[in-house]
């Protein structure tokens, strides 16, 4: 049995492409001992190809299908499982995500149990389309079309367990449901699946642990909380992709002469909301309470950022590096001289 199955709708297509090769590279970080199945999910295109070059531990399952939209891949392959106790727990993420592979299992193992009906996702959303809301009425489900009534379901990611997929799949109308939703190539793919569970009564919980956001300087093999952050692609935040590439490296020198005085010391950092005990890490995070949470050398000035990478503060006025002068670029800062003195 597999620990997780991911199920990943993917394209050679456009921007995709270089998706599914940074999803390569990043998508699946410390696998470690943890049994992955990998799903990818191609529509009509022949990419063979994508079977190669993955982690150890990573088994690869490509599916077909006779249409390329993600919505058609992702529920004609749900409804159309023929084993839903392969893996102990089900992933439904996309090409432009992160994921720390042992740490997510881990966490979905201690907060939750795979033996149990659960539907994890990253965050609790509402919206309505009429390609879900269409088939619900024909079904028998128009009360939760109310406007009153809060149709909870998932937005960039969910993780559903053994249990839950199990029953699902059990219930005739939720598979007809889901295969119903799999023939409309329109919409979105964030809907269906709390559909399809709240018809056989589960419903979703959030967990602290997934976020729809870039945080990189939250995930957790950085020591952070997150085990699976989301929109981070070349197409998005190419800046993004680089950053998290160089702090998997630990390489935030820049070649800058400056680094081997800074790089795992202590500084008071000084910014718009007071003084702050801080540490520069090899791996770019700033450890301390502040509202940096990485930092890296560009040429040879230092720049702090915030947890998506976004530039907060940069340091370019020094003598020597026991005290940093620099400017804000939060914009109720404005004019704010941040500063750093290093600690002994």
Known sequence: MY?????????FKGPYGQRLLDFKKF????????KVLLTLLVGT???EKAKNGWPENVSINIISNDNCHEVTKIYGYLSSLKDA?????????????INDVSALVDKLDKEFDYTRDYYVITEFRNERWPEEENILRKLGYGRWCAKDYNLWHELEGSVISQAALVKILENEIAVKFLTMRAKIANGYTDCALAHAARIVKIFPSDAYFMSKEPFIGELSIFGGSLAHIHNISHDKNDYTIDLLDRMLRKDMSGSSKLYPEIVNKDFVYRNWQGLHEIHLNENGIIEGVCDAKIWHMKQDHLEFLRNDGQLIAAFDN??????LKG???Y?????FKPTLRKLA
Do not use: C, M
């Not at 106790?85 to 995500?97: E, G, M, Q």
């Not at 020094?318 to 005290?323: C, D, G, L, P, Q």
């Open 327 to 329: 400017y804000s670029l």
């Open 318 to 323: 020094y003598e020597n590096t026991n005290f």
């Open 3 to 11: 620990d997780i199955e991911i199920v990943i709708p993917v394209s």
């Open 27 to 34: 998508g699946l970080l410390n696998v470690q001992d943890k």
């Open 45 to 47: 295109e022949k990419i």
């Open 85 to 97: 106790t392969k893996s102990r727990w089900l992933a439904k993420f996309d090409d432009d995500s």
């Open 331 to 335: 914009p109720h800062a404005k004019g």
